[in-house]
């Protein structure tokens, strides 16, 4: 029998730094074959944009399939299973898979996939990577820390920790092998503690977690972890299997929105930030063209932060808008245009 081929699930909330992680992971893979799996929530295919295209000769995966037909979590039979069967059928074959999930993808239903028996011969789990934005749990978003959901509370009355965003969270840290705090430089050593507190509660006993800076680390810290999840794939439960609920994202909803020429960057920001003001708005994405400039911006927007740089590749002018169900679409257009 070959060896199996190891995969890595790189999971983690909107935003959290899934992307970037990857990009540098593929830019310091010395040559190995490794072939992305990217699934985007929404109709717009934006990350797979970005990692296959880092702009050097040396940060190109061997292969990007980009899964656009719903989250991955829900789509596993339909699309995942026959992606993966097409990768393994190539000659060669891929030396490593990474699968980026959507930020609103549960781990555990995809996990349990590799059992399936046209995979589990030829595939095993390497890890369970779950991304967690540090600076933003410092905050007291996606905490079950009693006095930081206060806090996030009395900051912003909107807020409800009660609702599937905070489950998600915990289904995502319960099923890692590995936590990765992402944007640990943003906060400081006290603040990351209770992060690191925080995370622990809600991860298994065996997962560790490691800091990140800009999404560096070495790729021998994701790759090679060993974990064979698939093996402990059913005792890796998430909320809705502790309910015995289907899991559906009908909480949520997406759509594009196509972005006029911007006058500045600056403008453009401030106009994406107008847009994530408005109620039940989770996320911002995608490229637009700025007056004078040669290169589109690239926009990434996440609760109050709001990022925009300019960047080759992609179709600008097009916005995916991701958020709870029920958006006022006409006031989000409103406010990007």
């Not at 998600?168 to 943003?186: G, H, R, T």
């Given at each position: ?159 409800d920790h009660e609702d599937p965003i905070e489950e ?153 808008v991701i958020g709870e169900r029920g958006l006022d ?9």
């Open positions: 029998m070959t060896d199996r081929i190891p995969a890595t699930i790189v999971t983690g909330f909107l935003g959290a730094g899934k992307t970037t992680l990857i990009r540098n992971l593929i830019a310091r893979s010395n040559g190995r074959r490794i072939a992305l799996i990217v699934n985007e929530f929404g109709d717009m295919g934006f990350d797979g944009g970005l990692l296959s295209d880092c702009g050097d000769d040396d940060c190109k995966p061997d292969t990007v399939v980009e899964l656009t037909n719903g989250c991955i979590c829900c789509t596993v039979a339909d699309d995942f299973l026959p992606t993966m069967e097409m990768l393994l059928a190539r000659d060669p074959a891929p030396e490593h898979i990474v699968i980026e999930t959507s930020g609103l993808a549960l781990p555990q239903p995809l996990v349990r996939a590799f059992t399936w028996p046209s995979v589990r011969h030829r595939v095993t789990i390497d890890g369970v990577v779950t991304v967690v934005d540090a600076a933003a749990v410092a905050e007291g978003r996606f905490a079950h820390d009693e006095e930081a959901v206060t806090a996030q509370r009395i900051a912003d009355p909107s807020v998600l969270f915990e289904d995502q840290l319960s099923c890692a092998d590995l936590i990765v705090l992402s944007k640990a430089d943003l906060i400081d050593s006290a603040a990351l503690a209770e992060v690191e507190a925080v995370v622990r509660r809600e991860a298994r006993p065996a997962a560790r977690s490691v800091r990140a800076e800009r999404g560096v680390l070495p790729a021998e810290v994701l790759l090679g972890i060993g974990a064979a999840a698939e093996n402990d794939a059913f005792a890796r439960k998430s909320h809705h299997d502790l309910e015995g609920e289907e899991h559906d994202h009908d909480d949520f909803d997406s759509f594009t929105v196509r972005a006029p020429v911007a006058a500045s960057i600056e403008a453009l920001g401030a106009s994406v930030a107008r847009a994530m003001a408005i109620p039940g708005v989770l996320r911002i994405k995608g490229r637009a063209g700025v007056t004078g400039k040669p290169l589109p911006a690239v926009v990434q927007a996440v609760g109050p932060r709001v990022e925009t740089y300019f960047a080759a590749g992609g179709e600008a002018g097009r916005l995916v679409r006409a006031a989000i257009e409103a406010a990007l245009g």
